[in-house]
């Protein structure tokens, strides 16, 4: 399954998954694997949305629970909880090709939340947030090198962007037909609620 962990290149033919010689598992004695363990199946579904968003177990856990306390469904507040954070929504605006890359880009200061210069990743935006880079030479040309190659990336619904200006808003909070990894958040609940 495909995480986009690499940015554009997982939309090449050159994406690490897809390559022909890579149509058998991993490992030399491959073909002794037995089917996962039911509780492996969980597992992998919580490491999956982990390696997805880039977090850790510590940060997951601090997410999940604050899920568990909201209202409505955990496993979508879940996955609204981790399409809020900064570096995700920097990503999303285009600034960034990568997560890790919008998280870099956030913890060296080159991003403004609501007119303050912040370099937490992990803040949660919440609708009318104005996302924006740094006024400085370094900031805007790192990000409109990161601006023209991601030219044709489709903005989701739920944020606005103006690459002009260097500039993107949060209109509203995501929805779960927002987050584009397909992923069974039902098998994340019952594992972190063991």
């Not at 944020?159 to 929805?175: C, I, T, Y």
Request: aromatic share 8%.
């Amino acid at each position: 399954m495909k995480l986009y962990l690499k940015g554009v290149r997982c939309e090449t033919a050159k994406c690490p998954i897809e390559k022909q010689w890579r149509n058998k598992p991993p490992g030399q004695h491959f073909w002794q694997r037995r089917r996962p363990s039911e509780y492996g199946l969980r597992l992998r579904e919580k490491q999956k949305l982990r390696w997805y968003y880039g977090v850790l177990e510590r940060q997951f856990r601090r997410f999940f629970d604050e899920a568990q306390r909201s209202k409505g469904s955990t496993g979508e507040r879940l996955l609204i909880l981790m399409e809020r954070r900064l570096d995700n929504v920097v990503y999303r605006l285009g600034f960034a090709p990568s997560r890790k890359t919008a998280r870099q880009i956030v913890n060296h200061g080159h991003i403004i939340l609501n007119g303050k210069m912040t370099n937490i990743g992990s803040l949660k935006v919440k609708p009318g947030d104005v996302i924006q880079v740094r006024d400085r030479k370094g900031s805007r040309a790192l990000v409109g090198t990161f601006l023209a190659e991601e030219e044709g990336r489709v903005v989701p619904g739920w944020l606005s962007a103006d690459p002009g200006s260097f500039r993107g808003e949060v209109k509203s909070m995501p929805a779960r037909e927002d987050v584009s990894l397909q992923l069974n958040e039902q098998l994340i609940v019952e594992f972190c609620s063991r």
